[in-house]
């Protein structure tokens, strides 16, 4: 017959095993949670007439314009409405504008830009009818 000593012997030992583990256990970082959907596509926001930037873009509409169209004499008279949004690392700017010195009087400018750069694109200047 076995004596209990030998018995117990493998069990206190697996006893003494499973807490050392338990006592160095480690729980692994959860898993990443998955990253953020994409954000909705930007939408227009009205800007301010008055704000210096909006007046310089659409002085940069105006001339580019009257440039390539030679309509020299045109200039800006006032900026009637002026939405931005963000698109490319700069902003889209859509204008009305009211001109001196062109065939017509008011114009719809579509402008692409980074503020503080010479990165800027008329994308069209068309009248209002």
């Not at 069990?11 to 970082?29: D, G, I, W």
């Not at 509409?61 to 800006?76: D, F, N, P, Q």
């Not at 939405?83 to 579509?110: H, I």
Request: zero cysteines.
């Amino acid at each position: 017959m076995m004596r209990p000593s030998v018995l117990l012997l493998p069990l206190v030992l697996a006893t003494f095993l499973a807490s050392a583990n338990a006592q160095n256990y480690t729980a692994s970082p959860p898993p990443p949670s998955p990253p953020p959907p994409p954000p909705p596509a930007s939408t227009w926001t009205p800007a301010n007439v008055s704000d210096p930037a909006i007046q310089q873009v659409a002085q940069f509409a105006v001339r580019i314009y009257a440039l390539s169209t030679k309509e020299l004499k045109m200039s800006l008279q006032a900026v009637v409405s002026a939405e931005t949004q963000p698109y490319d690392g700069g902003y889209n700017y859509r204008l009305v504008v009211t001109v001196t010195g062109g065939k017509k009087v008011q114009y719809n400018a579509f402008v692409w830009g980074i503020l503080g750069t010479m990165s800027w694109k008329l994308l069209y200047f068309t009248p209002t009818y």
